[in-house]
């Protein structure tokens, strides 16, 4: 048995990984049925949100672990919480208790998918590295790769550089090529390569489909928002979505019978319409009120808090009997 | 595929020269990047064992030469970066203007095309620049 500061941590690590789980069943239903509702909010509040649904099962499980084991002590956020919320034995954890086996369970399972995001990340990147290699700076700061393929993409974690192929950049105008610079320039100083991966890392405990809805969503928006970056600078937004659809076709080309299809193709076409559409029409400007997020977060840190100290005490009842 | 900043500029190397032998490459870097001959041998041989490079044996010496062109070799990897990212779109860790996809029929991109020119028709021209 661990008794004293280290005690404390571990039970700590148990409520948010406890917690954690059941947001994310929470959170998962709320996306299988709510997650178009999104549509109606502007892109930047859509980012946010995708953000906030992402991490709210570890922030909360955070903050709910906090008011748990903190409660009745002098660092209490809640002074007098103990009445109605409090954690047993926080000062001392034993492994062998079902607290140990199911944090054991969940850290194991946790460090596992860690390691092979950044085993995905670390492959990527050596990759990139080659093709880095290979490619020539041009004037614009592009890098240019000599090959028949025509694609354009932005790629690298901690400085990000944007990629085209000799093919595209034979295909398109200076006024094309313009927009496509303004779009892959917004990728980069976004670093969006990098938060695409981080995205990815914290949605990976959620049921795959769950998870998959939410990366192809995160996508789009940066998408969007790297497209909104041109209509900034650009005010004809339907050059803009012809340039996206003749990159599109001339990508389209290049990569036909080389790609698996299978799991792709409705979002390619999804994510196309949807970006032209959205450039193409009146934009949706509704934002989240703070005030209700913040709302939500505290009520549901509480009542997570308080499900936890009931949990526990039902399964230790129910043990001990 | 992973590759070391040496097997980089001696593939670069085989890009401008035909045939060469380990000698002929070792003398190509020995005044620009030092090094063994040694080094040099271990090299053609990772980079023949990763199938970039082609050998023959001429006497005692293999002979090597570039087994893809520049342009095939780059196109190979962009489909390998590409690939990886577009197989499991859920992955996908770039950030492109273009989703690669070969789904996207010619009826789909002439709908779309539609699209905007009915837009433009009724939107008056805006100057591009």
């Known amino acids: 048995m661990i008794v004293g500061n280290l005690a404390i941590f571990f039970n700590m690590l148990s409520i948010l990984v406890l917690t954690a789980l059941s947001m994310i069943f929470v959170v998962s239903i709320i996306i299988k049925f709510r997650l178009n509702a999104l549509a109606q909010y502007s892109i930047l509040s859509r980012r946010r949100a995708l953000w906030i649904l992402a991490l709210s099962p570890w922030i909360i499980g955070l903050f709910a672990a906090i008011l748990a084991v903190t409660s009745g002590t002098q660092f209490s956020p809640l002074p007098n919480s103990y009445n109605f919320l409090h954690w047993h034995h926080a000062q001392e954890f034993n492994f062998k208790s079902w607290h140990g086996l199911s944090m054991i369970t969940a850290a194991t399972y946790i460090c596992l998918i860690v390691a092979s995001k950044l085993y995905r990340l670390v492959q990527n990147s050596q990759q990139i590295n080659s093709l880095r290699a290979f490619s020539e700076v041009d004037d614009s700061g592009f890098y240019q790769l000599e090959s028949d393929a025509a694609t354009a993409f932005t790629a690298g974690y901690v400085n990000p550089k944007c990629y085209i192929t000799s093919a595209l950049r034979l295909e398109l105008t200076t006024d094309e090529f313009q927009v496509l610079q303004l779009h892959e320039r917004e990728h980069a100083r976004r670093s969006d390569p990098f938060k695409k991966w981080f995205y990815q890392l914290s949605t990976a405990l959620f049921p795959r489909y769950i998870s998959q809805k939410l990366n192809l969503s995160m996508a789009l928006v940066m998408e969007q928002c790297a497209d909104q970056a041109i209509a900034n600078v650009i005010q004809d937004k339907s050059f803009i979505a012809m340039t996206l659809l003749k990159v599109n076709r001339l990508a389209s080309r290049s990569f036909k019978g080389v790609l698996n299809n299978e799991s792709f193709c409705y979002y390619a076409v999804n994510n196309i319409e949807q970006r032209i559409n959205y450039l193409l029409t009146e934009q949706q400007s509704k934002l989240f009120s703070l005030y209700s997020v913040l709302l939500a977060v505290v009520s549901v840190t509480l009542m997570c808090a308080l499900s936890a100290d009931f949990f526990h005490h039902f399964i230790e009842s129910t043990l001990s009997h | ?129």
């Open chain 2, 1 to 129: 595929m992973n590759l070391g900043e040496l097997e980089k500029l001696v593939l670069k190397y085989f890009w401008q020269t035909d045939v060469a032998d380990a000698k002929q490459v070792y003398a190509y870097f020995e005044t620009s990047r030092g090094g063994t001959l040694n080094t040099i041998q271990s090299t053609l041989d990772r980079l023949f064992k990763k199938g970039l490079l082609k050998r023959d044996k001429e006497g005692h010496a293999f002979q090597y030469r570039s087994a893809k062109p520049r342009k095939a070799f780059i196109g190979d990897l962009i489909k390998d970066v590409t690939q990886d990212f577009t197989v499991d779109d859920e992955d996908s860790i770039l950030a492109a203007f273009a989703s690669i996809s070969t789904e996207l029929n010619e009826q789909q991109f002439n709908k779309l095309e539609k699209l905007i020119k009915d837009y433009r028709a009724v939107t008056p021209a805006v100057k591009v620049g």
